[in-house]
């Protein structure tokens, strides 16, 4: 029996993890004290030893503090709290709805348009969600939009932003898997697009089959043929489209690395909220108090997430996931595949990307760079890369499936009150199936991820 317990060690850690997630406590605490924990299990089994603790200060410290990779993350949680206020959101979702309301389901598609022009502006979901989710709801339901239609087009147009370069999720993956963030944000770019396509197309035949959940607007407030209106959506649209073209332009042209960039982001977002007027010493004072939160509870995950991978491995955890996939026939590139995919899929109803990414990522990566996925990618140096966009879109559901999408509780918190939970959870079911149906195409496509990143010469 004790030799079987220090056999199975790393899965009772795995397991211990789980029950800890569900306690309620703060994610950082739980993983940083199962490490803890299981370290000293393991020194009594003999498994562990405790110099191997001593190694656990200077790995933080290189993972989070010292990594230059990294910077980026503050850097973009800052530019996304200042958009936040610029109410760039605002004047362009009201721009496209006097354009687009005409249209059954035009209101639905163009909050989908201005979640895109947000996912490649900032990068976060929180502060698109709420943003959206405050402006356009009370429009939507006072144009007798359905709440489902409503809650769920808001939901995936906000969480476009975790897929969507600039993403700190990508920026996060490719330090975890050692690949270039500019070659994942590169390969990002259409799959992103394809999704919210898709999610307009759906709109779009929705509102042309069940006119009663996307009525059009009256004529006399349909603005498609003014010029006036279309002066309007240009003048909101260009200066956010400036900033997405200096920060990825950059970072594409070889100009910047990806933290310098975000850093030009930051300034150029702060001249776009100087030229709106919507800057103060109070309400800059908001933003890098916002942005702050947000930076330590990302890091604070970062290195509870690190202590825990560390002893986890130490323990022998990365054989013991071998050994479990090739004890369920998972022999081939495709079934390692799969099964990181469906075991994402499943976490994604309970846990956050953050830390599915820094709990799964280096239990497969290793796994990953190993397996043979020639059939689907000839060159091996490119796998890391399509494999993270597509775990990567697989994880955006995290955001949309309950019970704990979070998604949902961004919306939750400031949606109206006649909007009801089930009418929230019912609305983005059919968004969730549209993102599966994405990652199944970037599976059997894989030039959709590697086309720009080969085009632009980010692959080697």
């Known amino acids: 029996m004790p030799s079987f317990f220090a056999d199975t060690l790393p899965l009772w850690m795995f397991a211990v993890m789980v029950v800890g997630l569900f306690t309620g406590y703060p994610v950082a605490f739980v993983?940083?004290?199962?490490?803890?924990?299981?370290?000293?299990?393991?020194?009594?089994?003999?498994?562990?030893?405790?110099?191997?603790?001593?190694?656990?200060?200077?790995?933080?410290?290189?993972?989070?503090?010292?990594?230059?990779?990294?910077?980026?993350?503050?850097?973009?949680?800052?530019?996304?709290?200042?958009?936040?206020?610029?109410?760039?959101a605002e004047?362009?979702?009201?721009?496209?709805?006097?354009?687009?309301?005409?249209?059954?389901?035009?209101?639905?598609?163009?909050?989908?348009?201005?979640?895109t022009v947000l996912a490649a502006m900032t990068g976060m979901i929180g502060a698109s969600v709420v943003v959206i989710s405050i402006i356009a709801l009370p429009l939507m339901l006072s144009r007798n939009y359905s709440p489902e239609i409503s809650t769920g087009s808001v939901a995936a147009a906000g969480t476009l932003g975790i897929l969507i370069p600039p993403s700190i999720m990508l920026v996060v993956m490719g330090d975890m898997l050692q690949a270039s963030v500019a070659a994942l944000f590169a390969g990002a770019i259409l799959?992103?697009?394809?999704?919210?396509?898709?999610?307009?197309?759906?709109?779009?035949?929705?509102?042309?089959?069940?006119?009663?959940?996307?009525?059009?607007?009256?004529?006399?407030?349909?603005?498609?043929?003014?010029?006036?209106a279309m002066f309007t959506l240009l003048k909101a649209l260009i200066p956010p489209l400036l900033l997405i073209i200096i920060?990825?332009?950059?970072?594409?042209?070889?100009?910047?690395?990806?933290?310098?960039a975000a850093g030009v982001g930051c300034a150029g977002a702060l001249l776009l909220?100087?030229?709106?007027?919507?800057?103060?010493?109070?309400?800059?004072?908001?933003?890098?108090?916002?942005?702050?939160?947000?930076?330590?509870?990302?890091?604070?995950?970062i290195f509870g997430a690190t202590l825990f991978s560390y002893v986890f491995r130490m323990l022998g955890g990365d054989d013991v996931v071998h050994?479990?996939?090739?004890?369920?026939?998972?022999?081939?590139?495709?079934?390692?595949?799969?099964?990181?995919?469906?075991?994402?899929?499943?976490?994604?109803?309970?846990?956050?990307?953050?830390?599915?990414?820094?709990?799964?990522?280096?239990?497969?990566?290793?796994?990953?760079?190993?397996?043979?996925?020639?059939?689907?990618?000839?060159?091996?140096?490119?796998?890391?890369?399509w494999a993270a966009v597509v775990v990567a879109i697989n994880m955006q559901t995290s955001f949309l499936t309950p019970p704990f999408g979070f998604a949902l509780f961004y919306m939750r918190g400031v949606a109206p009150a006649e909007i009801s939970t089930v009418s929230i959870y019912k609305g983005v079911i059919p968004f969730i199936a549209i993102q599966i149906v994405v990652v199944a195409i970037a599976i059997a496509f894989p030039d959709l991820v590697l086309f720009l990143p080969r085009h632009w010469g980010l692959l080697f």
């Open 273 to 301: 909220a100087a030229l709106k007027r919507t800057v103060s010493f109070a309400a800059l004072r908001e933003m890098v108090l916002d942005a702050s939160l947000t930076v330590g509870m990302v890091y604070f995950v």
């Open 191 to 228: 799959p992103g697009l394809l999704l919210a396509s898709l999610y307009v197309i759906y709109l779009l035949v929705l509102g042309f089959l069940k006119p009663s959940v996307g009525p059009a607007t009256p004529p006399e407030e349909n603005a498609f043929r003014s010029g006036a």
């Open 31 to 88: 993983l940083g004290a199962v490490g803890i924990l299981f370290g000293f299990i393991g020194i009594a089994m003999g498994e562990f030893h405790m110099i191997q603790f001593m190694n656990l200060l200077p790995r933080i410290y290189r993972q989070a503090v010292e990594n230059p990779v990294f910077v980026a993350i503050p850097l973009f949680i800052f530019m996304g709290s200042i958009l936040q206020k610029s109410r760039v």
């Open 323 to 385: 050994g479990m996939l090739e004890s369920m026939g998972v022999d081939t590139g495709f079934h390692v595949l799969m099964a990181l995919m469906i075991g994402v899929f499943i976490l994604g109803f309970f846990f956050d990307w953050l830390e599915i990414c820094l709990i799964v990522l280096p239990i497969f990566a290793p796994i990953l760079v190993s397996a043979d996925f020639s059939s689907f990618v000839a060159t091996p140096g490119h796998v890391l890369v």
């Open 247 to 260: 920060v990825l332009g950059s970072i594409y042209g070889g100009f910047a690395t990806p933290t310098e």
């Open 91 to 115: 004047d362009l979702l009201l721009s496209l709805q006097a354009i687009l309301g005409g249209l059954r389901g035009g209101l639905a598609v163009a909050v989908i348009l201005v979640g």
